[in-house]
Antibody
Framework: EVQLVESGGGLVQPGGSLRLSCVAS????????MSWVRQAPGKGLEWVAN????????YYVDSVKGRFTISRDNAKNSLYLQMNSLRAEDTAVYYC?????????????????WGRGSLVAVSS | SYEVIQPPSVSVSPGQTASITCSGD??????ACWYQQKPGQSPVLVIY???KRPSGIPERFSGSNSGNTATLTISGTQAMDEADYYC?????????FGGGTKLTVL
């Protein structure tokens, strides 16, 4: 059974830092792109970042570029999100999700498994 | 940056057909997928690659994508289908979500 379990969320002051972790099980972690997706209270889903199977490619939404860093440790089946210079608008539930990608001319992409999420609250 | 637009809300009577749209420039040239999210729960994939259903998703869920619009159709809508629905596509190494549609079954 595929499982994604996030941890590391909490309350942090504006300008502070936090590191989220996601431990994966039930599949070969090193064979999959992985993503972080967030959802602000009462709002919709927003993709934050993703990382290639071997960590050689990383992509971010514009609003977090230069502040957030996605990384992974395939030996530990773990995905991370280092969040620096946090702002009130970063307050959200952060989900770890497994990417499915395919195709060459037209790219197939979707998330087939999601974690339960970790709440990050940025407030003074 | 690429955007896709969904109606904020759709209402349907039990047993009727609900259609939720997702609009974007030449969206039909890309692949779209759909997620269902109930309050307090994580999103669940209900349609991928425009029209394919993951294992365990009821047959009443179907999808299409042509021109500028992708559509999620729920036939014989049940009370348990009341939820938020999000479309998603991919563009230039960026994952793009629609704003979400709240489906009310009344």
């Amino acid at each position: 059974e595929v499982q994604l379990v996030e941890s590391g969320g909490g309350l942090v002051q504006p300008g502070g830092s936090l590191r989220l972790s996601c431990v994966a099980s039930g599949f070969t972690f090193s064979n999959h792109w992985m993503s972080w997706v967030r959802q602000a209270p009462g709002k919709g889903l927003e993709w934050v970042a993703n990382i290639k199977e071997d960590g050689s490619e990383k992509y971010y939404v514009d609003s977090v570029k230069g502040r957030f860093t996605i990384s992974r440790d395939n030996a530990k089946n773990s995905l991370y999100l280092q969040m620096n210079s946090l702002r009130a608008e970063d307050t959200a539930v952060y989900y770890c999700a497994r990417d499915v990608r395919g195709g060459t001319v037209v790219i197939v992409h979707y998330f087939d498994y999601w974690g339960r999420g970790s709440l990050v609250a940025v407030s003074s | 940056s690429y955007e896709v637009i969904q109606p904020p809300s759709v209402s349907v009577s039990p047993g009727q057909t609900a259609s939720i749209t997702c609009s974007g420039d030449k969206l039909g040239d890309k692949y779209a997928c759909w997620y269902q999210q109930k309050p307090g729960q994580s999103p669940v994939l209900v349609i991928y690659q425009d029209s394919k259903r993951p294992s365990g998703i009821p047959e009443r869920f179907s999808g299409s994508n042509s021109g500028n619009t992708a559509t999620l159709t729920i036939s014989g809508t049940q009370a348990m289908d009341e939820a938020d629905y999000y479309c998603q596509t991919w563009d230039s190494n960026t994952v793009v979500f629609g704003g979400g549609t709240k489906l009310t079954v009344l």
